[in-house]
């Protein structure tokens, strides 16, 4: 039967005490709706709908993903009223599952087990035994261990509130099934809310039967509602990705200081020291050391690289044993060929370094295109924007940069130019040459510092 995917996500997440909507909240550097949509695609549904209210169209806006149902829940009436909400536009004679937007780090297997058991006129629940049940539907069996019925905390009286096994939220029920049923929930009870657990008594009384899958890891079905389960879920999580990362053969110095927010490619023999970021989509090779303290976004180290204490690289790809930093800053759509060293304090923008070239100190590479064998003198800036346009620079191979030059783009430097310096370049220099632009140096001779005036 083909599955179509219901995620509730228009509550308004009062605890998180924020003007965000809830499920926009990040975990791992997403939004936790993105994490759910995410885990929902892998049970390839025919489609996903989406219930949001709170927040309003700051959620579909803040969501770029393709193929989405949109549906919009004016009042936040409780589950059951934002199931109805979605109704007329699911599928026909598919099984409908529920999700939630703040539930991210639900486990797929256990979504196609409560798939494979949910038959045709039946409802199937994931629920949990907690040893803190509070706060959350208890799951109420009958005397033969079938499901009766789910009561809310705010209804349960003193023996209901004893049971330990509640309901996760997550549901799976054939879609006549649904559409028969919901339109006869009520909002009777103590919270004056539609609830979707009602679903589970009137299936019983229509004849039907409820399934369960029951999850042993409840960090699998944990909602957030503040930003303490927020945390929790975000260190979790962490946990998880570095024990896997060191099984997959990347060591940590700390693998409690190490945080991945994206997806992270790995060779072997990786070394990682404390506090390092890796986000977005990130490409290891075999051998990489990273320093502490970097910050790497959505970029290619290859082979042997290695990254010194204190960095921040972006957008980058960078060849085979290359050395970067301590205290470099690379910038998005640069390419440093085999072997660069980039130093301290050098900030790198928009350039394609070639092999073997160096730029070791205190210098500003921008929107330019550096050959082989250059050695670029500490202090060298390119001056690329004149206030309105951005301008290229070329240093072709073998040239020499002495320190403290500036070179005003547009601007060519030939293949083995050598600039003095503390020049100021303006334009082209020619191959082979030495060119520099420097006044000449004068000394006064008897000259005296001004002395302190005696009145003041
Ligand atoms: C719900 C379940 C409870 C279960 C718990 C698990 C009901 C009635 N109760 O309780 O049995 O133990 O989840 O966490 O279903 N939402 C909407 N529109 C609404 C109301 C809620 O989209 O009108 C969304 C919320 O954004 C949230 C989810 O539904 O993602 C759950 O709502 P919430 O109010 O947190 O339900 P609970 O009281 O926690
Ligand atoms: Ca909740």
New binding site residues.
Partial sequence: MAVSIII????QGTRMRSTLP?VLHRLAGRPLLSHVITKARQLNPDQIII?Y?HGGETVPKAISEKDIIWVQ?EL????G??VAQALPYINQNSMILVL???VPLVGVETLQELLTVVGERRVGLVTVELSNPT???RIIRDKSGEVAK?V?EADANAAQREVRE????IMAIESHYLEQIIPKISNNNAQG?Y???DTIEQTIIEGGRVTTVSVSDSIEVM?VNDRKQLAHLERTYQAREVTRLMQEGISFSDPERFDLRGELKAGQDIYIDVNVILEGQVVLGDNVKIGPNCYIRDTVLEAGVEVFANCVIEGAIVDTQARIGPFARIRPETVLSEKTHIGNFVEIKKSAIGKNSKINHLSYIGDATVGKEVNVGAGTITCNYDGANKHHTIIEDNAFIGSDTQLIAPVKIGVGATIGAGSTITRDTPPGELTLSRSSQQTRPKWKRPTKDKRN
């Fill in positions: 509730l996500a228009a509550g809830k219930v209210g829940q936040q009436l409780g589950t009223h934002a939630y937007g703040d706060g959350y539907g789910i809310e509640v309901n996760t939220g809310e609830y979707l657990t909602g």
